[in-house]
């Protein structure tokens, strides 16, 4: 079995406000597009990474591939740390049933709690869906729904990350075999229309959100869901942001939210210490794997 292990990275900002304002919290979901030591040499690359990455509080980052793990703390290194209310409650990789390899990726679950949400308890279920096994993958979330839920005891969750889910890798007769689409109770946000890859060769929406629970739907900001064109934002030829990755980033915003402290007095974009958990929680993980699996990183 071959793992390609997501990092879901905590960020927060703080906004310039003059009384109290609703304001939002804005999650992220990037497939990178193999970060590993040969995109962490590319100082303009990263860079442009990290622009990405500070405009959210909360950044899912697909494909590192680097055992080190001296890529993404390059990343994480170009962002100021600090802790502005997001906080990691439980995290864990979901455990396939014995005998069974449903995914090539397994899901990885992190429940946060944003003490100045409205909503303040949420689970993110972070995965890279393989191309070729992209339908039976997509059938099997269902199940590990339902294990999020049991286990947390949650309504609340957003699956999210590159799904894989469109064009020839999930054919149009497909769609109907897999529940958590055809099902009421789940919410795709990015429909089949969004183009969520930078090449202008294709037009696929890989990447999606699924969002689940009442409260959990409530608390999306109505329109706030889409792609991030970075090219356009930067100023990128198609060349030049294939380097940074082949895929936009998805992102929505949670509303009713209230700003970390309403005595800024400017803005600026700070790291959460969330990470120090994810990162112990990556070096019992590789440590395990590493024993019994080849670990593609």
């Known amino acids: 079995m071959i793992l390609r292990v997501s990092w879901l990275i905590g960020l927060c900002w703080l906004l310039a406000v003059t009384v109290p304002a609703a304001l939002s919290l804005k999650i992220g979901a990037f497939n990178v597009r193999v970060l590993g030591p040969s995109k962490a040499s590319k100082d303009n690359v990263m860079k442009y990474l990290a622009q990405i990455a500070v405009r959210y509080d909360i950044l899912l980052i697909q494909e590192i591939r680097d055992n080190t793990g001296e890529a993404i703390q390059q990343l994480l290194q ?4 600090e802790d502005h209310g997001i906080k990691v ?4 990789v979901y455990k396939e049933e014995s005998g069974t390899d449903p995914f090539e990726r397994e899901p990885y679950i992190v429940q946060f709690r944003a003490s100045n949400c409205a909503l303040k ?3 993110l279920v972070a995965i890279h869906i393989a191309p070729l096994t992209a339908v039976s993958e997509l059938i099997e979330l269902k199940t590990v729904y339902e ?3 049991r286990n947390l005891r949650t309504d609340n969750i957003i699956i999210m990350g590159d799904l894989n889910a469109a064009c020839s890798y999930v054919p149009k007769k497909r769609w109907p075999d897999i529940d958590i689409r055809q099902n009421s109770k789940f919410w795709w946000p990015i429909g089949d229309e969004v183009d969520t890859t930078v090449n202008s060769n294709t037009d696929c929406a ?5 969002i689940a629970g009442e409260s959990m739907k409530a608390a999306v900001l109505p329109g706030s869901a ?6 356009a934002e930067y100023g990128l030829t198609e060349e030049k942001a294939m380097n940074v990755s082949d895929h936009y980033p998805i992102e929505l915003s949670l509303q009713n939210c209230q700003s970390a402290s309403s005595k800024a007095s400017h803005r600026h974009q700070a790291m959460s210490t969330v990470m120090q958990g994810i990162q112990k929680l990556w070096k019992q993980f590789v440590g395990h794997f590493s024993r019994q699996h ?3 990183l």
């Open 78 to 81: 170009r962002i100021r740390e």
């Open 89 to 92: 409650l439980k995290k864990y």
């Open 121 to 123: 308890d949420f689970t």
């Open 294 to 296: 080849r670990v593609e």
């Open 206 to 210: 890989y990447d999606r959100f699924i």
């Open 147 to 149: 294990d999020v839920r």
């Open 226 to 231: 889409g792609t991030f064109d970075f090219p």
